[in-house]
Each structure stands twice: as C-alpha cells, then as structure tokens.
C-alpha cells in the first residue's frame, strides 16, 4: 500500500516562502507523475504542479514564475517551493502520485497566507 506525507505547511506573512515537502513510501519511477494539488473548503481540487517520470514540469498558470516543483530520486520526495506567495495561495495542499488512471493522495497539509 502506497503512503504520501505531507510536511511543511504553515502560516506565513504575504510575500514569504514555505517548502512542502512529500514522502512517498515507493520508488517515485513506479508513477507515471507526482505533484501537487490544492483545495479550499466548499471548492474542487486544482493543480498546482507536477514532474513527470520523465523530469518535466507543469504549473497552474497562477504560481507560474513563484513555485517550483522538484524531485529526490533517492529519498523518494517531491517538493513544492513556494515564493512570493499571496493570500490566495491559502488552502490545503495535498500530494498525489499517479499510475495511469490510479491516484494515491497524502491527508494535505494547510497553507496560510497572512499578515
């Protein structure tokens, strides 16, 4: 059974950075594709970014230029760097990691964007 865990969420001032960090318990090349997702309550779930098996990344057009995403081949995490960040970025970020149709989810981890 494949587990994800989340790390690093918080509470920070607008502007600010966070790193969160997710632990998967597999080989991360057994998945098609990593990343991350947030939620607000009462609203669908949205990408925010992925790596692929084969190193490339995708973006939400919103964070574009202020996260990046990346990958620990041998510890088996992805990371989600978040700068410059805004209040809207506040929600609860969840890491995923795919096989084709099949998603396994972390329990998420909230983000609170705030002065």
């Known amino acids: 059974q494949v587990q994800l865990v989340e790390s690093g969420g918080g509470l920070v001032q607008p502007g600010g950075s966070l790193s969160l960090s997710c632990a998967v318990s597999?080989?991360?090349?057994?998945?098609?594709?990593v990343g991350w997702y947030r939620q607000a309550p009462g609203k669908q779930r949205d990408l925010v970014a992925s790596i692929n098996v084969g190193g490339n990344t995708d973006y939400a057009d919103s964070v574009k230029g202020r996260f990046t995403i990346y990958r620990d081949n041998v510890r088996n995490t992805v990371t989600l760097q978040m700068n410059t960040l805004k209040p809207e970025d506040t929600d609860i970020y969840y890491c995923?990691?795919?096989?084709?149709?099949?998603?396994?989810w972390g329990p998420g981890t909230q983000v609170t964007v705030s002065s």
């Open positions: 995923y990691a795919r096989i084709l149709r099949s998603s396994k």
């Open positions: 597999r080989n991360i090349f057994d998945f098609n594709d």
